[in-house]
């Protein structure tokens, strides 16, 4: 079976910008934004004979921005990556109150001082986990920011059972455990002027892989 030109191509590109390629990882057939269909088994035979014989799962060493803003781009994210923060939680409310636009993703490959609740330290090492802190300021997500971090655990629990047969469970609201360990911590901080005029919410999540 031949692989079509548009299905070699971003491996292709993935290997020449120098990403860790370690397996394949299968997704359901959909159309592309161009209105292309990826032909998920030309695609995964592509990678399993010239990439790696034994494939079983995609991973990339490296967080692209690029990607991430392109893949979110319906949805106004504009990310940054940091190789190196002391908290992205601290960087992106740094960034909103210097006027950054709700969306604006700050990610750190590693945190020597990421934030957890109570005043707590978020263990952060390099090439460890997903650390990541998004800025929201669109008025009605902040009408209901009682539910943020709640939307946020469940968004990440089902994040993760979409790529792994993990089960796993909310407790507190802030974290996610995976057979009775933490895997993942959650930090909403919010900035008001004045009493009770809320301006933002800075929306911290931290996923130990």
């Known amino acids: 079976m031949g692989t079509p030109e548009f299905a070699v191509a971003p491996l292709e590109k993935l290997v020449q910008g120098n990403y860790n390629i370690v397996g394949v990882v299968t997704v359901p057939d959909k159309p592309s934004g161009r209105g292309l269909k990826l032909n998920q088994s030309a695609v995964k035979q592509y990678a399993m004979e010239h990439l790696v014989p034994k494939g079983v799962k995609l991973m990339l060493d490296k967080i692209s921005s690029e990607y991430i803003n392109s893949a979110l781009n319906e949805y106004n994210v504009s990310s940054t990556v940091y190789p190196l923060l002391e908290s992205t939680n601290k960087t992106a409310k740094k960034q909103a109150l210097s006027g ?13 001082g990421g934030k957890g609740r109570l005043g707590r330290t978020f263990y952060s090492p390099d090439k460890s986990g997903v650390y990541f802190s998004l800025v929201l300021k669109d008025k009605c997500i902040l009408k209901n920011s009682s539910l943020i971090t709640t939307a946020a655990a ?13 089960s796993p469970k909310i407790k507190w609201v802030n974290d ?22 809320l301006d933002f919410v800075v929306l911290g999540i931290g996923i130990n892989l």
């Open 176 to 197: 996610i455990f995976i057979d009775g360990k933490k895997v993942c911590g959650i930090l909403s901080e919010a900035s008001f002027s004045g009493e009770e005029s």
């Open 100 to 112: 950054a636009e709700s969306g604006t993703l700050i990610i750190a490959e590693q945190q020597t």
């Open 154 to 166: 469940v968004a990440v629990c089902r994040a993760i059972e979409a790529f792994s047969d993990k």
